[in-house]
């Protein structure tokens, strides 16, 4: 019997396949992700600046999720996936090609939009392929993966990112990144396999969507409100904590420490090295934590953001940073967990024809806030950059009351 379930539980060739165009993928995507709004603030000096072209680049993301959830259960996923490598090798062309002959902040802007434009659709697709791809026990575990992937990327991303770009510039970091994302189309389109069963439309092409869009709303709206609610307060983290760890570290690292680029790549490999530690806790505790004391993790990591504060301490820059770069860690690691459990417990309530809308939503309504939450933080630090203690600790306090709403939310709604 042990032996039956070892083999129905193992992880099937075409997921990790999967995993490995993911790698490769995400990999690319991290660094100029990283890069592009790092060489916004090195040219301009502005965190406002910077924060505008983050908040911007998200827009796009926030419209078309819900529309690429429905082209997630609607379209082979493999070829959703590989069309989109194709897409950003495409853009990273462009890029090179017009980086002479437009200025760098409206490039800049507009190549971001489009990246995370193509990921609005990519990221529902693969949300939607661990569950056709792998049996329920496994989905936990499969989650835990493909988040440990994301996290991996985002280790050696930033890390090589602002290696690259402080050595070699911005031309070198696109052209990698071109280069890894025609690598993934072809390792996805002939090594990745993934079950497809054809979804009856119920007319056009504008009424199958809303249809679509409609009913996945109507799920989570009154099958599973404990869903809708704690997607509601992921939101608002995003909009206090999120929003201000995207745009406080590089403005603490490399404006108010006054350290070099690459210090601010070891600092965003710290969070990525949480977040894949929080990754292996979760796939490791795998079918034994209870979602109703992940809120545990929540709180930790808001306290934990405090190290933000540590250049006001009368300590010298290098320790100000290394405790900077160990509460990032920690940070990334608690909300890393808590997301892992959160997604696969939505992975596992769904229906599977609805498993890609419903993933859509989520990414949808979870960072919604990023882009006022960024523009906002941005002109925030550069007026209140001799206050920077204070305003850590306004994040800190607000987050640990989110915590204890989510608390409340999930143990109601599990209980029901």
């Not at 056009?204 to 409609?214: A, E, H, Q």
């Not at 939505?346 to 809308?357: A, F, M, R």
Request: proline letters at 5%.
């Amino acid at each position: 019997m042990l032996e039956k379930d070892s083999k129905q539980t193992k992880l099937p060739k075409a997921f990790w396949a999967l995993i490995g165009a993911q790698v490769i993928s995400l990999f690319g995507n991290t660094v100029l992700r990283f890069a592009l709004p790092l060489y916004v603030l090195n040219l301009t000096g502005s965190a406002a600046l910077m924060g505008m072209v983050i908040a911007c680049s998200w827009i796009p993301y926030i419209a078309l999720a819900p529309i690429g959830g429905v082209a997630a259960d609607r379209v082979p996923k493999r070829i959703v996936m590989a069309v989109l490598d194709g897409i950003m090798a495409l853009v990273c062309l462009c890029y090179l090609l017009f980086l002479q002959l437009f200025d760098v902040v409206t490039l800049s802007v507009v190549s971001l939009m489009i990246l995370y434009a193509v990921q609005s659709v990519y990221q529902p697709t693969v949300q939607a392929s661990v569950p056709a791809l792998v049996v329920p026990e496994s989905i936990q575990k499969a989650t835990a993966l493909v988040s440990q992937v994301s996290m991996l990327s985002g280790i050696i991303g930033p890390v090589v990112g602002g290696l690259i770009f402080g050595f070699a510039g911005m031309g070198l970091v696109v052209t990698i990144s071109a280069i890894l994302f025609v690598f993934s189309a072809i390792l996805i389109f002939n090594a990745v396999r993934i079950p497809h069963t054809p979804l009856p439309r119920t007319g056009t092409i504008v009424r199958t969507v809303i249809g679509d869009l409609s009913e996945a709303f109507t799920f989570l709206r009154k099958s599973r409100p404990v869903i809708f609610k704690t997607i509601l307060l992921a939101t608002a983290f995003n909009l206090v904590m999120s929003s201000f760890i995207t745009i406080g570290t590089p403005v603490v690292v490399t404006e108010v420490m006054g350290l070099p680029n690459q210090f601010l790549g070891f600092a965003e490999g710290a969070l990525a090295l949480g977040g894949l530690v929080g990754g292996i806790l979760a796939a490791a505790l795998s079918g034994k934590l209870d979602l109703r004391r992940s809120p545990i993790a929540l709180a930790l990591g808001s306290v934990a953001l405090l190290v933000l504060a540590a250049e006001a301490l009368p300590i010298s820059t290098m320790t100000a940073y290394t405790i900077v770069v160990g509460g990032l860690f920690i940070t990334m690691a608690c909300c890393s967990l808590f997301s892992i459990l959160a997604i696969a417990f939505v992975q596992k309530e769904t229906p599977e024809h609805l498993i890609g809308k419903v993933m859509a939503f989520v990414m949808c309504l979870s960072n919604c806030a990023s882009p006022i939450g960024q523009l906002l933080y941005g002109i925030a630090l550069d007026v209140f950059r001799e206050m920077l203690p204070l305003v850590v600790l306004c994040v800190v306090v607000i987050s640990c009351v989110l915590t204890l709403m989510v608390r409340m939310v999930l143990r109601r709604g599990l209980t029901e």
